[in-house]
């Protein structure tokens, strides 16, 4: 028996996502669709009102200012094609090739002015269903433009009036991931000092450092979706103060990240089997230490800034270090590791 496989264009994952979108918003886009419906008919009895319904059903949005967006989008979609088709229909009314003008015109005017996918796709298709269906129903350019500008409008009311979402949780959730990820790069480093290396483990210690990169990008982008979340939003004065030290403490991440790439690059490109001999490596480990210590202390800090802390929730950077004089063939990387070290430290507690 000969078996067959599916193209990769047909493969379930083509179709499928790696997680549902919020039950509530699913809840939000039926009951905007619904009113949208039976609110057109309300208005405009005389014909199905499609064009409600799909422009309630596309305005709904994971934020109110992509809700606000979308309708724009639709809204002004549905009136220049309606517009292109009235103005084409005069000129050529009569014939049937006139669609195709009326398509290819749409598509060239949402070039020419930039629009985005949403209104370019939006204007050639208005303007085909008017010269398509609206040729023989008076007023149907008018109705539509009506109908699609009753169901944005639901569609935007719907998810304000109905817990309008705030996306803060992916926020101070990746946040915290990287910091905690910062912090284990210290320790990972400090625990690399004080044993001899080969030469995968130095590679290996690379690869995690760089990996913080592509965390802070995801944090970054969290917390941009966090203050789309928040912008028209009713809700955003109750939301506002969390997001601000959210982003706050992503601010103060972002240049660590690169100090503790430079670090574990400097030790990986300098590194040689006399080190361990150093006498001043270990005061060098035991500061990154503290630094990844204090640096799990920033989000517990931005979690709960009014509580008394503990005897382990003191900042550990405090002491000053001394170091001897070490051999001239590793200064360049005690040099690099005592200011890298350095500007953590004030990057840590420079705003306390």
């Not at 609110?39 to 499609?50: D, G, H, M, N, R």
């Not at 972002?254 to 690059?265: D, F, L």
């Not at 802390?309 to 004089?325: F, N």
């Not at 070490?326 to 990057?347: K, N």
Request: aromatic content about 4%.
């Amino acid at each position: 028996m000969r078996f067959f496989r599916l193209p990769a264009a047909l493969s379930s994952s083509r179709l499928r996502t790696a997680s549902r979108v919020p039950l509530l918003q699913v809840v939000k886009t039926s009951v905007a669709t619904v009113a949208a419906w039976f609110v057109a008919i309300l208005v405009l009895p005389s014909e199905l009102p499609i064009f409600a319904a799909i422009a309630a059903l596309l305005v709904v949005q994971p934020s109110v200012n992509q809700s606000f967006g979308k309708a724009i989008e639709r809204s002004v979609g549905v009136i220049a094609g309606v517009i292109i088709a009235s103005l084409i229909g005069l000129l050529f009314s009569g014939q049937t090739w006139v669609i195709l003008i009326a398509i290819v015109v749409s598509i060239l005017f949402g070039w020419v002015f930039r629009l985005t996918p949403g209104s370019a796709n939006q204007i050639p298709i208005s303007a085909m269903l008017v010269l398509a269906i609206g040729a023989a129903t008076p007023g149907y350019a008018i109705d539509r433009i009506i109908e699609t500008l009753i169901g944005a409008a639901l569609g935007v009311i719907i998810n304000v009036l109905i817990v309008p979402p705030v996306a803060l949780g992916p926020a101070e959730r990746d946040v915290t991931l990287l910091t905690g990820e910062l912090a284990s790069s210290l320790e990972r480093l400090a625990a690399a000092l004080g044993t001899p290396q080969t030469q995968q483990q130095l590679d290996a210690l690379m690869i995690q450092a760089r990996l913080l990169r592509p965390m802070r990008e995801s944090a970054e982008a969290s917390v941009r979706q966090g203050e789309e979340s928040l912008t028209l939003n009713p809700r955003q004065t109750a939301h506002r103060t969390r997001l601000e030290d959210i982003h706050r403490l992503l601010d103060r991440l972002s240049p660590i990240v690169t100090r503790v790439i430079g670090m574990t690059r400097a030790f990986h490109d300098h590194y040689d089997a006399s080190l361990v001999e150093e006498p001043s490596l270990q005061s060098i480990a035991i500061q990154l230490r503290r630094a990844a210590h204090d640096l799990r202390l920033l989000t517990r800090t931005t979690e709960a800034p009014d509580a008394e802390p503990s005897v382990d929730e003191v900042p550990a950077l405090t002491a000053p270090l001394r170091l001897i004089r070490p051999e001239p063939e590793h200064w360049m990387l005690f040099g690099s590791l005592m200011e890298d070290l350095r500007r953590i430290r004030e990057e840590i507690v420079g705003s306390e």
